[in-house]
């Protein structure tokens, strides 16, 4: 019953861990997307009509790599760090 509870108490420690790295990467991706995509993209990350620029809530990091390498429009974000990519997407995927 003791390595039960110990397993238990392992796995609640290490769900923890991951959720607050999860929120830390999403606070940080969220400092990058309105430094360098809410101009763009709004606030809400749900684009803007007159830019004819789409909504990205919820991209994946794949997703946004794929945008960035593919679209002149996007030439300045290339300096993006693969981390700063992958918590731009955490960010995005906590928008409704």
Do not use: W
Not at 28 to 50: I, S
């Amino acid at each position: 019953m003791k390595k039960v509870l110990t397993a238990i108490a392992v796995v609640a420690a290490l769900s923890l861990a991951g959720s607050v790295a999860r929120a830390q990467d999403a606070a940080a991706g969220e400092k990058t997307f309105k430094a360098k995509c809410a101009a763009c993209h709004g606030a809400d990350a749900a684009g803007k009509e007159a830019m004819k620029s789409p909504s990205i809530k919820g991209k994946t990091a794949d997703a946004i790599n794929k945008a960035i390498a593919s679209s002149p429009k996007h030439a300045s974000l290339k300096s993006l760090t693969p981390d700063q990519i992958k918590e731009v997407a955490a960010y995005l995927a906590t928008l409704k």
